[in-house]
């Protein structure tokens, strides 16, 4: 190991598809990184017979270091010295892991190599019964044994520490956002919301995230169907693709929400669509930090959503936002139908919301705050 200079950090990520938060927090982050501190490599194990993988594609991996690793299947052995040659070539102090697979392979990482072991816990989102009864429970004793953990909300902080890990071990970083990059431009909105087929007279609601379980998109399609009969000037779009988009395209019908509800899909950049949107609406069940929230933010579309997860640490309720309980199609009801008949309060509110990602949730200082612990991992400091 090196004793001077920058810290060498490898970050290592196993994704299937587009991919979500995550990806946006690991290469962003890359980009951002001050040369003078950390010299980051990116590392992504990819699935040869994932035919949808598009991190390749993404424009925040513009200007990053980042290497792909192939393999034929879930648990091919040949990655195993094709990472150990990495973290050798590239003289790397940290490997930094982001999900399961990955936490695994940095512990295994340490002890073989003596690369120091970091991991930033994003979460346990999936819904299969493998991840929930087999692949989750393991992984919450394999973080009880790194020496230093990164949450992304207070919650998942203490679940780490309920799991065997070290209070000390874990600090809680919120994920940020680069506010120059979501910036909203007012001249925009008319164009973009004909574009999507609104009028003047339409008041649009919008919904971003995977199309999955804990999302809970289809308390949301209830919820705003109830307040289309109350608004029927309100319309909905859902932009984001997953595994329940055929059952939401159903419930659609089955509330008699056609063409008041767009369903966009997988939409690749987000900030031309929150032109359209007058109000934000999360609806999830569970969360880490949501990085579809701090967009919101940072584009000041007035936020409406659930305490799931770090929500709640991002958008204080009646300062930078509404918060309402999980599960609770009632609540979200009237906090939506609060947003939108008092106007003046609501866009106060997303001026505050902005100004917080201008300053303490601005993704240079979750940059320079995960640098600090880049450095003291790696004895540094």
């Not at 890990?165 to 919120?174: D, E, G, N, Q, Y």
């Not at 995977?210 to 909905?236: N, V, Y």
């Not at 693709?241 to 950049?269: F, I, K, N, P, Y």
Request: charged share 25%; glycine share 8%.
């Amino acid at each position: 190991m090196r004793k001077h200079g920058p810290v060498r950090v490898l970050e290592l990520r196993s994704v299937r598809g587009t991919g979500g938060g995550p990806e946006k927090t690991i290469l962003r982050g890359a980009t951002m990184a001050d040369p003078d501190r950390s010299q980051v490599t990116v590392c992504y194990l990819r699935d040869e017979r994932d035919n949808c993988f598009s991190v390749t594609d993404r424009p925040e991996r513009v200007g990053v270091d980042y290497i792909e690793i192939r393999e034929r299947h879930s648990f091919d052995p040949s990655v195993w010295p094709k990472l150990r040659q990495l973290v050798d070539q590239r003289e790397i102090d940290i490997v930094h892991a982001h999900d399961y697979k990955t936490n695994l392979l940095t512990l295994l990482l340490g002890k073989a190599t003596g690369v120091k072991p970091l991991s930033t816990v994003h979460g346990w989102t999936g819904h299969s019964f493998k991840e929930r009864m087999c692949y989750y429970p393991a992984d919450k004793r394999i973080l009880a044994q790194f020496p230093r953990l990164i949450a992304v909300s207070s919650e998942i902080g203490g679940e780490l520490i309920r799991h065997g890990a070290k209070p000390a071990a874990v600090t809680t970083v919120l994920n940020g956002i680069d506010h120059q990059q979501f910036v909203r431009d007012r001249s925009r909105e008319a164009e973009i919301r004909r574009s999507l087929g609104f009028n003047p007279s339409h008041v649009v609601l919008g919904a971003v995230g995977r199309t999955e379980p804990q999302k809970r998109f289809d308390i949301l399609l209830e919820s705003f169907a109830r307040l289309h009969r109350r608004r029927p000037e309100t319309r909905l779009v859902i932009a984001g693709d997953g595994s329940s988009r055929a059952a939401l395209d159903e419930h659609v019908r089955t509330l008699q929400l056609d063409g008041v509800v767009t369903m966009l899909g997988h939409v690749a950049d987000i900030v031309p669509v929150h032109h359209a949107f007058d109000l934000f609406v999360q609806s999830s069940e569970y969360e880490g930090t949501p990085n579809a929230v701090l967009e919101a933010m940072a584009m000041e579309t007035p936020v409406v959503a659930t305490d799931a997860g770090g929500t709640a640490e991002l958008v204080c309720h009646n300062v930078h936002g509404r918060i309402v309980p999980v599960q609770n199609g009632d609540r979200l009801f009237h906090a939506i139908d609060a947003a939108l008949a008092d106007p003046a309060r609501t866009r106060m509110m997303a001026g505050r919301a902005r100004a917080r990602v201008e300053g303490e949730l601005s993704f240079t200082a979750r940059v320079r705050r995960v640098e600090d612990i880049y450095e003291e991992v790696a004895g540094h400091a």
